[in-house]
């Protein structure tokens, strides 16, 4: 090893395991910890927090990265060293041109900032939150001034820290392909709504068998157990501690068979990514998912494209009948699929289907796009949003609780996270694409066998960690960038047959 | 506050947050965590818990702790702050005479040793273990060589880690009180232990019932969970992050129905200390119980002095008898109190009953007191071991593995502990003789009222965390230190009388 680099190493290892105790601390807060102790506990995470920062923000650090950046030292480094080191001199970069006291204030803002959104969401009262969203989006739009290199869309420093390499020129172009085919396929849905029934969905299911059922499914998937946990949360997760420890939440509802179902299978998705990274890799920080966007496409992957089909659910469907005897036993492998793949025109995007959740993304990202190139002001996003919402869907939303106030992104002060969404779903449909191409996936599936699937994902995409970005994975997969035809023609084939459109 | 304090307080906030983290990955990984990711998490653990040492026990805190230690300094101090300096001189002291490497060559040992000692127990292979032994007490005599200040004995230096205040003067005389009693005591229960049957102990408890009532139990006691939660681990413990957020957990036998019972009442004990100490101690080194004596005494009080008494389980018997209708139809509360205070002489310290549990802590004292006063090698260990159980208990072990093998402690380093699982015992017994002379302590537990035995027991032991030691807490609640006589009346009336022996 590079003499340079191991004088980096106590440095990684610290962080390393400082975020292990981060990690961990932040999955017990959400599913085990006692209600009582969470003020107590969160002095120690700030801390942690600010002690993880330090390790790698300061100046002996900078000062080994410069070494390690020239070209007698980067001739000493394999290729997972000198990932590293640009990673890390990205992170220092990003963090360094801020300076010190706006970022202290920005941090206490945020800190107060979800408390107020969730007080105004509740209240139903825009006026309580606007004054900290306006505040939010000022210091990013500082941020911004301080990143920024000149060159392209202001937003896209923003876009950069979800999903490296996608700038707005791409994504314009991406959604706006989105929009063309989508949004009429929406409205011809909508006009055959009555084709499609799920009302099987709200009956009443017991939520221990529900929860057995869940546990095999994730096996099923390929969830492994010796390697990972499931518990419960308010709201299904996914984290890691590392390759070896990964571990997601479901929640469980009486009345809704599908939640628990397809929650699990989406999170098992993000836990195979993290499962299947490689173990040169595992608990350096290039050790996880490459972006936000490329772990939505695995967990999207599982959900919609293998989990919402036929042929996934034919070996599948008896054990759910089995398990749910009288409440499923009027409801055929048919009525089933087409229930499950329901699409319905709704207000809140965290209850959107397959079909309209990129709808719901493509507002976002458009206000977000005019909310940093200074195109509206805070007091003007409610009646954008809502204007937007009655263009694109259809519907209007009677209440800002339903309307502008229903994420809590902003409040957290994730702006540009939201792109990364869609493009989850568009890569998810473009790797389907191409398997099916490369090997008999719908055979697989209907013989139970999702090991073929599993092994592809993990040679072309999981094992890599952070090793390449978004585009590389797929052009070097199928020799092609993100392209939005795969995921328009797989929504209007689906959607076409299910409502029979023609 | 001090300016000189303050310049310590984030040595101390690190501090504090690295030892939350760690108890939290500990308890996780006792809990929860999946077995395939043990090796990579302890890579994390390796790491904090150096940090955690280097945070304390470095040249900075030298010396601030010198500049606080002075008359004008001491004078701007609180008695927090003061006992604070105090405890962490002491830290400070005991590690920093140990030369770097030979620590680091001890804790490389003491890693491995346990893996050895389980195969040695399980292969009933006392020489598998015995050089291991031989290097770990060799380190602790050379430890003790740099730490001996040249008065008393030199065991006196390993009793003082885990019980301030505590030496081989003070204990002789107390082992010598209980010998003198309890052996001919423990011989006439023997000879009469026809008159106990406990036979409905191991019929078949339903699981999920008996962890009904543990919960219900729990909180009976006074367990709060808002600031606490129980979960499954192999073997009952006690945690906690801080007085907020404390954790106990339990284990359950379908064929033993006490088991389970008394280890959630006596971990409970435990938590009580933990949630009761002052919100002022709590987060900092002061924060918990004062020695692993007065902790053990706490656990004691309730699991015998309280939960073994007929007193205690009138008003709760009716609701065990509940839930297991068919099993405990025709033990009545007088036969299930005599059954769940049955005395046998037996091999195994972790089975033994509240009667001969001190004599299994007697054996163990005298031979480490031998081993540190040089007196005895570690070839002849097992004979040794197996002579005083035949003189004191009248039984000898026919393996190693159930006899000098049994326990762990060694393995891990831990010398010098055993000997306060015995103070535990006896200072239950004394809190218990004065707390009855001060309250109506049966009448309270008949009217199912714990309520004022907790209240005693916060306002005269758990606010204090470790601003007092054990014999300070005593003497200032009753004017008297620790009395084995306390202890062995108590036995000797309670066993008299359950087996009739006069």
Redesign the interface.
Known sequence: MSKTFELLQPYL??D???N???T??SW?MET??????M???A??????AL?SFNTLINEDVNSLLTKLETPDEQAGLDEVEKAIVKKLRKNYNDLKVIPAEEFKAYSELQATASNVWAQAKEKNDYNHFAPVLKKLIDFQRKFIGYRYQGEGNRYDVLLDDYEPGFTVEILDKFFNEVKETIIPLVQKVSANKDKVDNSFNYRTYNIEKQKEFCHFMAEYIGF??????I?ESAHPFTTN?????VRITNHFLENNLESAIFSVIHETGHALYEMQIDDRL??TVLGSGTSMGAHESQSRFFENNIAKSTDFWLPVYPKLQEAFKEELKDVSLEDFIKGINQSTNSLIRTEADELTYCLHILIRYEIEKMMFNNEVEVEELPEIWNKKYEEYLGIRPETDSEGVLQDIHWACGNYGYFASYAIGSAVAAQIYAHMNKVMPVEQYLREGNLTPVREFLKENIHKYGMLKKTNELLKDMMGEELNAKYFTDYLTEKFTKLYELN
């Open positions: 290892d610290k390393m395991a400082l292990t105790a981060l961990l601390l017990d085990l910890a006692p209600s009582g102790g003020d107590y506990t002095k120690a995470v700030g801390v942690l002690e492994d157990f010796n390697r990972g946990v518990a501690l590392h390759n070896h420890d595992t608990q």
